[in-house]
């Protein structure tokens, strides 16, 4: 069975430039999940999508930030024009429709960004 | 004060010993916990998870929830070279999604 699975694994932009990063869940998993960890932080919750749904992006930052989960394909985050500071491991996480109290997430090998 | 606090280390103990890994944590209304591990560049995985108090063993892993004291630890017995990573708690509120994590710990297992 394949595990999460994200690409690009590395991802180098200038500044101003777009980040696309793709995330295809588990196979059954219908719930995808978005955490940034920046250098010397702990990961941090971005957003939460089922298939066509966004259910919670609190976590995003409120301008450039984006992110889709469509019918077919695999789950997006965007970045438009991208800073220095956006330079972090972005993390998919998914999850099946939870049958207890929580949704076990399982995570992908990560997109590491490097702006310049 | 953040909501999980983890000492960042570096742990380093010699093959065999066994590790104690701990988290603090402030919000009451944390009922799941997680214990993840994550080698050198590669994403999180799994390790363990509880709910509410108690304790919880897998093979050489064991956790524990005190929240009474908003505390939780992991324990891994004959600890093994392999076993070198960083290992992460993570806890989330009932019917919760969005885990909260620690900055995790890094642990060198030594030959």
């Known amino acids: 069975n394949a595990g999460v699975m994200q690409n690009p694994r590395h991802l180098v932009r200038r500044r101003g430039q777009e980040a696309r990063l793709r995330c295809s869940p588990m196979k059954g998993h219908s719930h995808v999940y978005w955490y940034r960890q920046l250098p010397e932080e702990g990961l941090k919750f971005m957003v939460y999508l089922q298939k066509e749904n966004i259910i919670d992006e609190s976590g995003m930052p409120k301008e450039r930030f984006s992110a889709e989960f469509p019918k077919e394909g695999p789950s997006i985050l965007r970045i438009q024009q991208v800073v220095r500071g956006d330079s972090a491991a972005y993390f998919c996480?998914?999850?099946?429709?939870?049958?207890?109290?929580?949704?076990?997430?399982?995570f992908g090998p990560g997109t590491r960004l490097t702006v310049l | 004060q953040k909501e999980v606090e983890q000492d960042p280390g570096p742990l380093s103990v010699p093959e065999g010993a066994i590790v104690s890994l701990n988290c603090t944590y402030s919000n009451s209304a944390f009922q799941y916990f997680m214990w993840y591990r994550q080698y050198s560049r590669k994403g999180p995985e799994l390790l363990m998870y509880?709910?509410?108090?108690g304790n919880k063993e897998d093979g050489r892993f064991t956790a524990q929830v005190d929240k009474s004291s908003k505390y939780i630890s992991l324990f891994i017995r004959d600890s093994q070279p392999s076993d070198s990573a960083t290992y992460l708690c993570?806890?989330?509120?009932?019917?919760?999604?969005?885990?909260?994590f620690g900055k995790g710990t890094s642990l060198l297992v030594t030959p």
């Open positions: 996480a998914s999850s099946p429709v939870p049958t207890s109290g929580v949704d076990t997430q399982y």
């Open positions: 509880t709910y509410s108090s």
């Open positions: 993570a806890m989330t509120k009932n019917s919760g999604y969005a885990l909260n």
